[in-house]
C-alpha cells in the first residue's frame, strides 16, 4: 500500500484538541460546578498576583509604607509550591478514569495537605532556619501528642513533626508530579531517593555506593533546607519563569499569537511549500511567547497542517514539520522554556551571555528547517499557494527588516541616553510619555483596519494575508517585547525585573487596547469594551498560573536530583563510571550522553530533563574533555544536554508533540515521530559541533567590540550556508536528487565549514609542548591577552589511579615576576621533573586540582606546558570544501530541472 493510500487515523475536534493541550500544560480537569470553578481561578489569578508582588512591588513600596514586608527567598519559594501543589491536586486528574467533571474528596484532602505542607515551610521558615538548617530537628514528646498515646512503644519517645511534615511533603511532590507529568520523574526521583538512603547494595554499582544517609537526614535536606525541593530549580521557577509564562500567556490572550501566523503566512505564504514555512516562522514565533511544544503545536497546527495537506504534504510529513518547528520553539531566546534561567544559576553567568551563547545556533536551526521545507516542495513537486515568490527575495527582504529595526533600536538608545544627558531629572517621565505616545499611536493605526480574524484552514478559497494589511494591525504587540529587550539589554537589569517590567506593560496593553480602539473607531461602545478588556486581562493572569502548574513540580520533583547528588557520591564519581563506559573517548561519551538524555526525556518534559541530566553530566563533559586536552565550555555541556533533551518531544514512542500533531493531521503518530525526528537531525547535529568549536556559541568572542560584532557575523554567515549544506545532505536533495557520494561530499563540506580547526589540527599542532620545568619562564615571557595549557598528571584522591587534566591559563597585564605567585601554584622543580604540591586555597586552581591526592606516595606533577603555536589560518580549508562543493553543483546541474530556490 502507497503512502497516499494509508488509512489515516482519526482527526480530533478542536474541543478534543483544547482538552489534549490542558491535560498536558494546564490540568484536564474542568469542573461544572460553578464554585469550584470559581476556586480554582481565583486561586491561579492570586498566584499570578503573588508573582508579581514579589518580583517588583514589595521592595518598592517596603521603602515608604512601614507594615509593607519584604519576604526573601526562603518565603517565597515554598508559596510558590504551595499555589502549585493546590492547583495540581485539583486541575490533574489521579488517572485516565478518574473524573474530570468534578473533584473527588480525596483529591480534596490531598490539595490542602500537599499545599499545607509546602506552606509550613513559609510559614515557619524562621523556626525552620534556625533549628532544621542548622542540623537540629525539632523534638517533641510522643506523651504530649494525644493521639500518639497507645504507640509510645511504636514509634518511641519523641517525634520530629519537621520530619513528618516534610515526609508527607515529598510523596505528594512526586504524586502531583507522576498526575502533571507522567511517571517518569516520579521513578527517577523516587530511585535516587532509595539510593541516598540505602547507599549499596546489589544494584549499585561500588563505584557510587556509600554508607547510606539517615531518614531524618534525607527529609532535612529535601524538604527542610535550601538544597533539594527548595533549591534553585524551583528559586529559577519563582523568580524568573512565572513571570515569562505569564507574560506569554498575557501575549497570546491579546491576539499576539494570531497576529504571528498571519504575519508568517503574509511573508512566506506564497512560497512553494508556504504554509510548511509559515509553520515554521509562527511556530518559532508563538514558541517565544509559550514555551509548551504541546501547545505550540496545536495553536499553530490547527491552521498550518491543513493548508499544508492541501498543497501536496502528506499527514505525517505536515504534522513533523509542525513539530520540528514548534519544538525548535524551546532553543530560541529568550525564554528557552525554562533553560535559559536554569542555566543563570547552574553554569554562573548572567542571563545576557546565555541569550549570546544560544542565539546563532537557534536562528541556524531555524534557517535550515525552512530550507528543508523548501527541499521537500522541490523534491515532491509541492506547488506555491497563489502566485508563487522567491525564496532568496524573502530572505533578503528579512535580512533588511532586521538592519533597519536594528538601526532603530540603536537610535532609540542614542536618543535617550541624550535625554539623560539633558534633563537627567525629568528623563523616566518623558520616556514613559514617549511610550505612551508610541502605543497610542499603534492602536491609532491599528483602529484604520478590522480586528484579525481567525481563518479556518478547512474553506474552499484561501486568501493568504497581505503584510501591508497584516503588519499595521498589531505593531502595539511588539511594545512589551521591546520593553523586555530594552531592560535585560539596554539597562541591564536582572530578568525577573526586565520581565515584570514587560508583564506590566502587558497588563495595560491588554486591558486598554478594546475600549481606545472602540474610542478611535467611533463605536460607542467603550463600556463594554472596557469590561472585555478586564476580562481579558483576568483571562491571561489565570492562564499563565495554569501553564505553570507543570513547570513548578517539575522544578520542585527535580530538586530531589540535585539534593542527591551533592550529597552522595554519585556527582562525584558518576565522571568515573562514565569514562570507564566510554572507554576514556570524550566522542563516545557525549553519544552516552546524547542517549542518556533521550532515554530518559522519553518520560518527562523538557525542563526537567535538562535538570536531571546537566546535574548528572554536564561536569562530566567538561572534566573528560580537559583529559583529553579539550577545552568543553561549560555552558557548551548545558546547551548539548539541553538541545538532546528537546528531542523528549519528537521521539517515539512517547513524543507528545508528535501525537498532538497527529491529533490534528490524522497521521500516524509513531510515523509522524520518525519523520520529525529526521527533520530534527540538524538539531541534534549541532551540539557535537559547539563543543568541538565552541565560537558557533560565539564563546570567547566579545560583542563589545566591532571586532567581535564583525568575528560574530562572520561566523553566523559561515555557520548557516553550512547548516543549509547539512540539511540537504540529510535530504538528499540539493539541486538535484543527490545520489550517496554526493550527500557525502556535501556533508564533509558542511563539517569542513563548522569545524575547519579539525583538518589544521591533523596539519599544524595547536600548541608548542614545552616541559613543565620551563613553566615559569614561559608565564614571564607571555605577553598580556596570550593563553597557556597546563597538563597535571597525579593519583586521583578517591581512587588512587593515575588521572590527567589540562588547566587554562589567561594570562594577563600582571607584572612578570607576580604571575607564578598569583596562580597559587606550589612548583617543586626536582632534576628533570616539576612537582605539585597542593595549590593555595581560593586560588584559580584549587578547584580545578581539588580531586588529585598530593599526600599519597606517588607525586602530581606539571607534566607539560602548552604555548599556542603560530600557525596557517584555518579558514584556509575553506578553499578545497568550497572547491568540493563547486563539483557537486557542477554534477547536479546536469540533472537539475527547476530552480533551486
Same mark, same amino acid.
Given at each position: 500500500?502507497?503512502?497516499?493510500?494509508?488509512?489515516?487515523?482519526?482527526?480530533?475536534?478542536?474541543?478534543?484538541?483544547?482538552?489534549?493541550?490542558?491535560?498536558?500544560?494546564?490540568?484536564?480537569?474542568?469542573?461544572?460546578?460553578?464554585?469550584?470553578?470559581?476556586?480554582?481561578?481565583?486561586?491561579?489569578?492570586?498566584?499570578?498576583?503573588?508573582?508579581?508582588?514579589?518580583?517588583?512591588?514589595?521592595?518598592?513600596?517596603?521603602?515608604?509604607?512601614?507594615?509593607?514586608?519584604?519576604?526573601?527567598?526562603?518565603?517565597?519559594?515554598?508559596?510558590?509550591?504551595?499555589?502549585?501543589?493546590?492547583?495540581?491536586?485539583?486541575?490533574?486528574?489521579?488517572?485516565?478514569?478518574?473524573?474530570?467533571?468534578?473533584?473527588?474528596?480525596?483529591?480534596?484532602?490531598?490539595?490542602?495537605?500537599?499545599?499545607?505542607?509546602?506552606?509550613?515551610?513559609?510559614?515557619?521558615?524562621?523556626?525552620?532556619?534556625?533549628?532544621?538548617?542548622?542540623?537540629?530537628?525539632?523534638?517533641?514528646?510522643?506523651?504530649?501528642?494525644?493521639?500518639?498515646?497507645?504507640?509510645?512503644?511504636?514509634?518511641?519517645?519523641?517525634?520530629?513533626?519537621?520530619?513528618?511534615?516534610?515526609?508527607?511533603?515529598?510523596?505528594?511532590?512526586?504524586?502531583?508530579?507522576?498526575?502533571?507529568?507522567?511517571?517518569?520523574?516520579?521513578?527517577?526521583?523516587?530511585?535516587?531517593?532509595?539510593?541516598?538512603?540505602?547507599?549499596?547494595?546489589?544494584?549499585?554499582?561500588?563505584?557510587?555506593?556509600?554508607?547510606?544517609?539517615?531518614?531524618?537526614?534525607?527529609?532535612?535536606?529535601?524538604?527542610?533546607?535550601?538544597?533539594?525541593?527548595?533549591?534553585?530549580?524551583?528559586?529559577?521557577?519563582?523568580?524568573?519563569?512565572?513571570?515569562?509564562?505569564?507574560?506569554?500567556?498575557?501575549?497570546?490572550?491579546?491576539?499576539?499569537?494570531?497576529?504571528?501566523?498571519?504575519?508568517?503566512?503574509?511573508?512566506?505564504?506564497?512560497?512553494?511549500?508556504?504554509?510548511?514555512?509559515?509553520?515554521?516562522?509562527?511556530s518559532g514565533a508563538t514558541g517565544l511567547?509559550?514555551?509548551?511544544?504541546?501547545?505550540?503545536?496545536?495553536?499553530?497546527?490547527?491552521?498550518?497542517?491543513?493548508l499544508m495537506k492541501r498543497v501536496g504534504?502528506?499527514?505525517?510529513?505536515?504534522?513533523?514539520?509542525?513539530? %520540528? %518547528?514548534?519544538?525548535?520553539?524551546?532553543?530560541?531566546?529568550?525564554?528557552?522554556?525554562?533553560?535559559?534561567?536554569?542555566?543563570?544559576?547552574?553554569?554562573?553567568?548572567?542571563?545576557?551571555?546565555?541569550?549570546?551563547?544560544?542565539?546563532?545556533?537557534?536562528?541556524?536551526?531555524?534557517?535550515?528547517?525552512?530550507?528543508?521545507?523548501?527541499?521537500?516542495?522541490?523534491?515532491?513537486?509541492?506547488?506555491?499557494?497563489?502566485?508563487?515568490?522567491?525564496?532568496?527575495?524573502?530572505?533578503?527582504?528579512?535580512?533588511?527588516?532586521?538592519?533597519?529595526?536594528?538601526?532603530?533600536?540603536?537610535?532609540?538608545?542614542?536618543?535617550?541616553?541624550?535625554?539623560?544627558?539633558?534633563?537627567?531629572?525629568?528623563?523616566?517621565?518623558?520616556?514613559?510619555?514617549?511610550?505612551?505616545?508610541?502605543?497610542?499611536?499603534?492602536?491609532?493605526?491599528?483602529?484604520?483596519?478590522?480586528?484579525?480574524?481567525?481563518?479556518?484552514?478547512?474553506?474552499?478559497?484561501?486568501?493568504?494575508?497581505?503584510?501591508?494589511?497584516?503588519?499595521?494591525?498589531?505593531?502595539?504587540?511588539?511594545?512589551?517585547?521591546?520593553?523586555?529587550?530594552?531592560?535585560?539589554?539596554?539597562?541591564?537589569?536582572?530578568?525577573?525585573?526586565?520581565?515584570?517590567?514587560?508583564?506590566?506593560?502587558?497588563?495595560?496593553?491588554?486591558?486598554?487596547?478594546?475600549?481606545?480602539?472602540?474610542?478611535?473607531?467611533?463605536?460607542?461602545?467603550?463600556?463594554?469594551?472596557?469590561?472585555?478588556?478586564?476580562?481579558?486581562?483576568?483571562?491571561?493572569?489565570?492562564?499563565?498560573?495554569?501553564?505553570?502548574?507543570?513547570?513548578?513540580?517539575?522544578?520542585?520533583?527535580?530538586?530531589?536530583?540535585?539534593?542527591?547528588?551533592?550529597?552522595?557520591?554519585?556527582?562525584?564519581?558518576?565522571?568515573?563510571?562514565?569514562?570507564?563506559?566510554?572507554?576514556?573517548?570524550?566522542?563516545?561519551?557525549?553519544?552516552?550522553?546524547?542517549?542518556?538524555?533521550?532515554?530518559?526525556?522519553?518520560?518527562?518534559?523538557?525542563?526537567?530533563?535538562?535538570?536531571?541530566?546537566?546535574?548528572?553530566?554536564?561536569?562530566?563533559?567538561?572534566?573528560?574533555?580537559?583529559?583529553?586536552?579539550?577545552?568543553?565550555?561549560?555552558?557548551?555541556?548545558?546547551?548539548?544536554?539541553?538541545?538532546?533533551?528537546?528531542?523528549?518531544?519528537?521521539?517515539?514512542?512517547?513524543?507528545?508533540?508528535?501525537?498532538?500533531?497527529?491529533?490534528?493531521?490524522?497521521?500516524?503518530?509513531?510515523?509522524?515521530?520518525?519523520?520529525?525526528?529526521?527533520?530534527?537531525?540538524?538539531?541534534?547535529?549541532?551540539?557535537?559541533?559547539?563543543?568541538?568549536?565552541?565560537?558557533?556559541?560565539?564563546?570567547?568572542?566579545?560583542?563589545?567590540?566591532?571586532?567581535?560584532?564583525?568575528?560574530?557575523?562572520?561566523?553566523?554567515?559561515?555557520?548557516?550556508?553550512?547548516?543549509?549544506?547539512?540539511?540537504?545532505?540529510?535530504?538528499?536533495?540539493?539541486?538535484?536528487?543527490?545520489?550517496?557520494?554526493?550527500?557525502?561530499?556535501?556533508?564533509?563540506?558542511?563539517?569542513?565549514?563548522?569545524?575547519?580547526?579539525?583538518?589544521?589540527?591533523?596539519?599544524?599542532?595547536?600548541?608548542?609542548?614545552?616541559?613543565?620545568?620551563?613553566?615559569?619562564?614561559?608565564?614571564?615571557?607571555?605577553?598580556?591577552?596570550?593563553?597557556?595549557?597546563?597538563?597535571?598528571?597525579?593519583?586521583?584522591?578517591?581512587?588512587?589511579?593515575?588521572?590527567?587534566?589540562?588547566?587554562?591559563?589567561?594570562?594577563?597585564?600582571?607584572?612578570?615576576?607576580?604571575?607564578?605567585?598569583?596562580?597559587g601554584l606550589f612548583l617543586m622543580p626536582?632534576?628533570?621533573?616539576?612537582?605539585?604540591?597542593?595549590?593555595?586555597?581560593?586560588?584559580?586552581?584549587?578547584?580545578?586540582?581539588?580531586?588529585?591526592?598530593?599526600?599519597?606516595?606517588?607525586?602530581?606533577?606539571?607534566?607539560?606546558?602548552?604555548?599556542?603555536?603560530?600557525?596557517?589560518?584555518?579558514?584556509?580549508?575553506?578553499?578545497?570544501?568550497?572547491?568540493?562543493?563547486?563539483?557537486?553543483?557542477?554534477?547536479?546541474?546536469?540533472?537539475?530541472?527547476?530552480?533551486?530556490?
Amino acid at each position: 500500500m502507497s503512502t497516499a493510500q494509508k488509512p489515516e487515523t482519526r482527526q480530533f475536534s478542536d474541543e478534543e484538541l483544547q482538552d489534549l493541550v490542558a491535560s498536558t500544560d494546564s490540568g484536564g480537569r474542568n469542573p461544572k460546578n460553578r464554585g469550584v470553578a470559581l476556586l480554582i481561578a481565583t486561586v491561579a489569578f492570586l498566584w499570578s498576583g503573588f508573582q508579581i508582588w514579589i518580583a517588583d512591588p514589595q521592595f518598592s513600596l517596603a521603602q515608604h509604607i512601614p507594615y509593607v514586608r519584604v519576604i526573601g527567598s526562603d518565603m517565597t519559594r515554598p508559596m510558590h509550591l504551595t499555589f502549585a501543589l493546590f492547583l495540581a491536586f485539583l486541575a490533574y486528574p489521579a488517572f485516565k478514569s478518574s473524573p474530570r467533571s468534578y473533584i473527588p474528596l480525596y483529591d480534596w484532602v490531598l490539595a490542602f495537605v500537599a499545599a499545607g505542607s509546602a506552606f509550613y515551610v513559609f510559614w515557619f521558615s524562621r523556626e525552620i532556619s534556625g533549628s532544621a538548617r542548622q542540623g537540629r530537628l525539632t523534638q517533641v514528646p510522643t506523651a504530649d501528642v494525644p493521639i500518639l498515646n497507645n504507640f509510645e512503644g511504636l514509634i518511641g519517645p519523641t517525634i520530629f513533626p519537621q520530619v513528618i511534615v516534610g515526609t508527607i511533603g515529598l510523596v505528594l511532590l512526586l504524586e502531583a508530579s507522576r498526575r502533571a507529568l507522567g511517571p517518569a520523574l516520579t521513578i527517577v526521583g523516587s530511585i535516587f531517593l532509595a539510593y541516598s538512603y540505602f547507599g549499596q547494595g546489589w544494584l549499585i554499582p561500588d563505584l557510587i555506593a556509600h554508607e547510606g544517609r539517615s531518614f531524618n537526614g534525607i527529609i532535612n535536606t529535601q524538604w527542610l533546607s535550601t538544597e533539594g525541593v527548595f533549591g534553585i530549580p524551583l528559586g529559577v521557577s519563582t523568580a524568573f519563569v512565572f513571570l515569562f509564562v505569564l507574560f506569554g500567556a498575557l501575549l497570546d490572550k491579546a491576539g499576539a499569537g494570531n497576529y504571528f501566523i498571519k504575519l508568517a503566512f503574509a511573508g512566506l505564504g506564497h512560497l512553494r511549500g508556504g504554509p510548511a514555512k509559515a509553520a515554521v516562522v509562527g511556530s518559532g514565533a508563538t514558541g517565544l511567547i509559550s514555551g509548551s511544544s504541546i501547545a505550540n503545536v496545536v495553536t499553530t497546527g490547527t491552521f498550518t497542517i491543513p493548508l499544508m495537506k492541501r498543497v501536496g504534504f502528506t499527514s505525517e510529513k505536515a504534522g513533523a514539520v509542525e513539530v %520540528s %518547528s514548534s519544538v525548535n520553539g524551546q532553543i530560541m531566546p529568550p525564554v528557552m522554556g525554562a533553560a535559559a534561567f536554569l542555566m543563570v544559576e547552574f553554569v554562573g553567568i548572567s542571563y545576557l551571555e546565555v541569550i549570546k551563547h544560544a542565539f546563532i545556533p537557534a536562528v541556524i536551526s531555524y534557517i535550515a528547517l525552512i530550507y528543508i521545507v523548501h527541499l521537500e516542495a522541490l523534491k515532491n513537486g509541492i506547488p506555491a499557494l497563489g502566485t508563487g515568490a522567491n525564496l532568496l527575495t524573502m530572505f533578503l527582504k528579512t535580512a533588511v527588516g532586521f538592519v533597519v529595526a536594528g538601526a532603530g533600536f540603536y537610535g532609540v538608545i542614542a536618543g535617550v541616553g541624550l535625554l539623560r544627558e539633558v534633563v537627567p531629572g525629568i528623563s523616566n517621565l518623558l520616556t514613559l510619555l514617549a511610550l505612551l505616545g508610541v502605543y497610542l499611536g499603534c492602536l491609532f493605526v491599528a483602529a484604520q483596519r478590522p480586528d484579525l480574524e481567525l481563518d479556518d484552514p478547512k474553506a474552499k478559497e484561501i486568501k493568504l494575508p497581505v503584510m501591508r494589511e497584516v503588519f499595521p494591525t498589531g505593531l502595539h504587540y511588539l511594545l512589551p517585547i521591546v520593553v523586555l529587550i530594552w531592560f535585560l539589554m539596554v539597562e541591564r537589569q536582572s530578568p525577573a525585573k526586565s520581565a515584570y517590567f514587560a508583564v506590566m506593560t502587558m497588563l495595560f496593553i491588554i486591558l486598554t487596547q478594546r475600549p481606545l480602539k472602540s474610542l478611535l473607531r467611533g463605536q460607542g461602545d467603550f463600556i463594554e469594551q472596557f469590561r472585555l478588556g478586564v476580562a481579558d486581562l483576568i483571562d491571561g493572569m489565570i492562564a499563565g498560573a495554569r501553564n505553570m502548574i507543570g513547570i513548578a513540580v517539575a522544578t520542585g520533583a527535580a530538586g530531589i536530583i540535585v539534593a542527591t547528588v551533592t550529597r552522595t557520591p554519585i556527582g562525584t564519581e558518576l565522571a568515573g563510571l562514565v569514562e570507564m563506559l566510554a572507554l576514556g573517548n570524550l566522542f563516545l561519551m557525549l553519544l552516552l550522553v546524547g542517549l542518556f538524555s533521550l532515554i530518559l526525556g522519553l518520560g518527562l518534559p523538557t525542563t526537567a530533563n535538562y535538570i536531571v541530566v546537566s546535574s548528572l553530566m554536564a561536569t562530566v563533559v567538561v572534566s573528560l574533555g580537559a583529559q583529553e586536552g579539550l577545552i568543553v565550555p561549560l555552558i557548551a555541556a548545558h546547551l548539548f544536554v539541553f538541545y538532546f533533551g528537546l528531542m523528549a518531544d519528537v521521539t517515539p514512542p512517547v513524543g507528545l508533540a508528535s501525537f498532538a500533531a497527529s491529533a490534528v493531521s490524522g497521521g500516524d503518530p509513531i510515523r509522524t515521530g520518525f519523520q520529525a525526528f529526521f527533520y530534527s537531525l540538524r538539531t541534534l547535529a549541532l551540539p557535537f559541533l559547539f563543543i568541538y568549536n565552541p565560537t558557533l556559541i560565539l564563546y570567547g568572542v566579545d560583542l563589545g567590540t566591532t571586532t567581535g560584532l564583525l568575528q560574530a557575523a562572520f561566523i553566523f554567515v559561515i555557520a548557516t550556508f553550512a547548516m543549509l549544506l547539512f540539511a540537504a545532505a540529510t535530504q538528499g536533495y540539493f539541486l538535484a536528487r543527490s545520489r550517496l557520494h554526493e550527500s557525502a561530499a556535501l556533508l564533509l563540506v558542511a563539517f569542513t565549514l563548522f569545524v575547519p580547526n579539525f583538518w589544521l589540527d591533523r596539519v599544524q599542532p595547536e600548541f608548542n609542548r614545552l616541559s613543565g620545568l620551563q613553566f615559569e619562564e614561559v608565564l614571564e615571557q607571555a605577553e598580556a591577552g596570550d593563553q597557556l595549557r597546563l597538563e597535571v598528571i597525579g593519583p586521583d584522591f578517591n581512587t588512587g589511579a593515575s588521572r590527567s587534566v589540562t588547566l587554562v591559563l589567561d594570562v594577563d597585564d600582571t607584572p612578570a615576576e607576580q604571575r607564578v605567585s598569583d596562580t597559587g601554584l606550589f612548583l617543586m622543580p626536582e632534576s628533570d621533573r616539576m612537582v605539585l604540591e597542593e595549590p593555595m586555597f581560593g586560588s584559580p586552581f584549587q578547584r580545578a586540582l581539588g580531586d588529585f591526592d598530593f599526600y599519597g606516595s606517588e607525586q602530581v606533577e606539571l607534566t607539560a606546558v602548552l604555548r599556542p603555536a603560530d600557525r596557517m589560518p584555518e579558514q584556509l580549508f575553506y578553499i578545497p570544501a568550497l572547491l568540493l562543493l563547486l563539483g557537486v553543483i557542477l554534477l547536479q546541474r546536469r540533472r537539475q530541472t527547476q530552480p533551486a530556490f
